[in-house]
């Protein structure tokens, strides 16, 4: 069966800091890959989304990035964070069979001070 | 584009008693219809989805869900909730055919259960 795994869980990072969010999938093969944030009160949104190694799309201009350096890992970084880069961001994953369903990983906490 | 109302940002009820969270959308094409389930500081699980054939739709943990296109509703149902029920809910709706990963999600239920 197919598992996501994301890290770290929980991050404090000050304003202006550097940030890397990781997270891979294990048990199947070209996954289409998403990273979603979840701010307080307002839902989910999807940030960004790759359907293979290097292509990314981005739903949202922002101060975050997204790459993807191999099949099975997406990454989501930022140089510079900003108080606004505050919440809670999952990243999700659907295969080409059921690219209509997506399934969420545990998530990472993100508080910048 | 879609969009997705949830009716109540929060739904408390006593242990063992039925319970429905409204679930409304609106799209100018086909639809499938999700619901999913965050519990405290965890990521979204798949409850149920609805993409074609029956209206009526099973998922986990006792939830069921019926589609109905007239009133453009997706309303999530249980017969009898658990104190384990307690999370927030979530309903996400995507137009057939359109772009990857464009789920277009409710603004969430919290539903509270009672002992």
């Known amino acids: 069966s197919q598992t996501i795994h994301q890290w770290p869980a929980t991050l404090v990072q000050p304003v202006g800091s550097p940030l890397s969010l990781e997270c891979t999938v294990e048990?199947?093969?070209?996954?289409?890959l998403y990273w979603y944030r979840q701010a307080a009160g307002r839902g989910l949104q999807l940030l960004f989304y790759s359907v293979g190694i290097g292509q990314i799309s981005s739903e949202v201009p922002q101060n975050l990035s997204a790459s993807r350096p191999q099949d099975r890992q997406f990454i989501l970084s930022s140089k510079k964070l900003l108080l606004s880069d505050s919440g809670f961001y999952l990243c999700a994953w659907s295969v080409y069979r059921e690219r209509n369903t997506i399934y969420f990983g545990e998530g990472s906490w993100l508080t910048v001070v | 584009a879609q969009s997705v109302t949830q009716l109540d940002s929060q739904v408390p009820v006593f242990e063992e008693a039925p319970v429905e969270l409204r679930c409304n959308y609106s799209?100018?094409?086909?639809?499938?219809l999700f619901w999913y389930v965050q519990y405290p500081n965890q990521g979204l699980q798949l409850l149920l989805k609805?993409?074609?054939?029956?209206?009526l739709v099973k998922g986990i943990n006792g939830f069921e869900a019926e589609f109905n296109k007239s009133q453009t509703s997706f309303h999530l149902r249980k017969p009898s909730v658990h104190i384990s029920d307690t999370a927030e809910y979530f309903c996400?709706?995507?137009?057939?055919?359109?772009?990857?990963?464009?789920?277009?999600f409710g603004k969430g239920t919290k539903l509270s259960v009672k002992p």
């Open positions: 048990g199947t093969s070209n996954p289409n």
């Open positions: 609805y993409l074609s054939g029956s209206t």
């Open positions: 996400a709706v995507t137009g057939i055919g359109g772009s990857q990963g464009n789920l277009i």
């Open positions: 799209s100018s094409v086909s639809v499938y």
